[in-house]
């Protein structure tokens, strides 16, 4: 049996693949702070993992938890491009220098297989779609920053160091267990749980801004194929090479709902992206890999999920 560390593992998209990978009856580790993760989300499955609760930065920590593993699913991370634009030093020191820390330590530890979470903020604002793996980074924020360099030396210790190491750029995933409470709560969960309330949801900018969103369970699918058919060193697009404007999406959770709102208009935040879709056939080439949920499929199961878990974030501070 595999011995699977999950860094991150309380967060939104480490959960859900925690979930999944004992249901494949692997022995799985997390790590994580629960800076953002959350105890509820582990509820019923505590007996079957073993917790290393703590920073991704503290080395004897990882030195620990990394003993013995045979594949990381890197999650952890300060993952919000305005909160990073608040924060930029606390951003880059989790989010990079975490990496980098658990890159040297699993090189150390005689890990096979870092599979890393990068983002489609990478590309930032640059003319091209869909984007595509060649082109050159072009970050707006220092969260997007730092995912750019910790795929750097995601190619430098895939290559130099006795780790190998496979980087996905995420392209904005949503699903159940993603936190709808914080102020930097993403979009999806901001508005399926303004749309259940019966509030109105704000929109920042026109709402003809676009992402090419993916359901969780295909980027649980992604770590999956990364980590068995990725090659060494890679960095892919997890994508569907579609685009949803935020207007479209809200439409379609008030449809799902079936409900009939406007939504609050605010001022564009600094940092975001205009536009973005990515290009997975490079990943589908490589890998096999294809999304099996349209955007419209992955928002009814997240609207069932939120509705059966309409108390789950009450409990929350
Ligand atoms: N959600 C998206 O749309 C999206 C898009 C692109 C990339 N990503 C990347 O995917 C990964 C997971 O994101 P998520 O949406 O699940 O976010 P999340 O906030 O739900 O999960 C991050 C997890 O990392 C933990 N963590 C943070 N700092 C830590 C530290 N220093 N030490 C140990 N644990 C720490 C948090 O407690 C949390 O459990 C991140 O790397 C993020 O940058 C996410």
């Given at each position: 049996m595999q011995t699977i560390c999950i860094t991150g593992g309380a967060g939104f998209i480490g959960v859900n693949l925690v979930r999944k990978l004992l249901d494949n009856r692997a022995k799985i580790r997390i790590i994580d702070d629960?800076?953002?993760?959350?105890?509820i989300n582990l509820q019923g499955i505590e007996g079957q993992v073993e917790l290393y609760r703590g920073?991704?930065?503290d080395t004897d920590l990882l030195k620990e938890a990394l003993q013995?593993?045979?594949?990381v699913y890197h999650q952890a991370a300060m993952p919000s491009v305005p909160r990073s634009m608040e924060a930029p030093l606390k951003t880059t020191d989790i989010t990079l220098m975490g990496t980098v820390n658990l890159f040297n330590q699993a090189a150390e530890s005689g890990v096979q297989r870092v599979v890393y979470a990068s983002s489609?903020?990478?590309?930032?604002?640059?003319?091209?779609?869909?984007?595509?793996?060649?082109m050159y980074p072009a970050p707006e924020s220092p969260y997007a920053a730092s995912k750019a360099a910790c795929e750097l030396f995601g190619k430098v210790f895939g290559t130099n160091f006795p780790v190998e190491t496979v980087g996905l750029r995420y392209f904005n995933v949503f699903g159940?267990?993603?936190?709808?409470?914080?102020?930097?709560?993403?979009?999806v969960p901001n508005f399926i749980t303004a749309v259940l309330a019966g509030e109105s949801p704000v929109i920042y900018g026109d709402g003809e801004q676009s992402r090419d969103f993916t359901y969780v369970q295909d980027v649980v699918k992604a770590n999956i194929y990364a980590a068995e058919k990725g090659q060494n060193g890679r960095v892919y697009n997890v994508a569907r090479r579609d685009q949803t404007t935020i207007n479209q999406l809200l439409e379609m959770v008030c449809k799902t709902v079936g409900a009939d709102l406007e939504a609050k208009f605010e001022e564009a935040r600094p940092g975001d992206v205009r536009c973005s879709y990515g290009d997975d056939r490079l990943f589908n080439k490589e890998t096999g890999f294809t999304a099996d949920y349209s955007v419209a499929r992955g928002v009814r199961e997240t609207v069932e999920w939120y509705r059966e878990n309409l108390d789950y974030w009450d409990c929350l501070e």
């Open positions: 629960f800076s953002t993760g959350r105890e920073d991704l930065r013995g593993v045979d594949v489609s903020s990478i590309y930032g604002n640059q003319p091209g779609f869909p984007r595509t793996e060649e159940p267990y993603q936190d709808p409470t914080s102020n930097y709560a993403a979009v």
